[in-house]
């Protein structure tokens, strides 16, 4: 506990049973209360660099292989601010295109082209694209469009053939 109330950088902060975090730095001095009965106390003072407080992170996986009919699923952000996951699609064989749709805001993403043995990290918060394999003019085949989940249900519609992996924390007030 000491060497991380001494650092100068901000530490994730989970306080208790609470299933919440927060990202907090010591601030000011630490003092110890001691009662001589076995029984003591730390106060400290402590800053965070948000006014949010964030869940432990969501993820959801699952596999499409469906290029006509898009799968359907549900995605629920129970924080007070919208949010942007970062989606992993990988596909061991070949794909054609990826199609991601959030029906609930009219976000839609896609990527063209065929693809073999490939990954690709959708980073939406930054709006970047990393890979992994033989991806050719791959910005050049992307419209240009990520998503995010607002507060509440999102209704997510997806198209092609991979494996993705949906990675994302509420964020609460």
Not at 7 to 13: G, P, S
Not at 50 to 66: A, F, L
Not at 89 to 99: D, H, L
Request: hydrophobic share 30%.
């Amino acid at each position: 506990i000491k060497r991380w109330l001494e650092t100068d950088n901000f530490c994730k902060l989970v306080l208790g049973d609470n299933p919440y975090h927060y990202n907090a730095m010591l601030e000011g001095s630490v003092s110890l209360k001691h009662n001589a009965n076995d029984d003591g106390y730390i106060e400290v003072t402590f800053r965070t660099d948000s006014p949010y407080r964030w869940s432990d992170d969501v993820i959801v996986k699952g596999k499409c292989e469906n290029l006509i009919e898009p799968l359907k699923r549900k995605f629920l952000n129970v924080g007070a601010k919208t949010i942007y996951p970062i989606i992993k699609i990988t596909a061991p064989g070949v794909t054609n295109g990826i199609e991601i749709r959030n029906k609930t805001t009219g976000e839609y993403f896609h990527l063209k082209g065929e693809y073999t043995n490939w990954t690709l990290e959708i980073l939406n918060k930054q709006e970047a694209l990393n890979t992994e394999g033989n991806f050719t003019n791959l910005y050049e085949n992307h419209n240009g469009q990520f998503i995010s989940f607002i507060e509440g249900k999102n209704d997510i519609e997806m198209k092609g053939s991979f494996y993705y992996e949906f990675v994302y924390k509420n964020l609460y007030l």
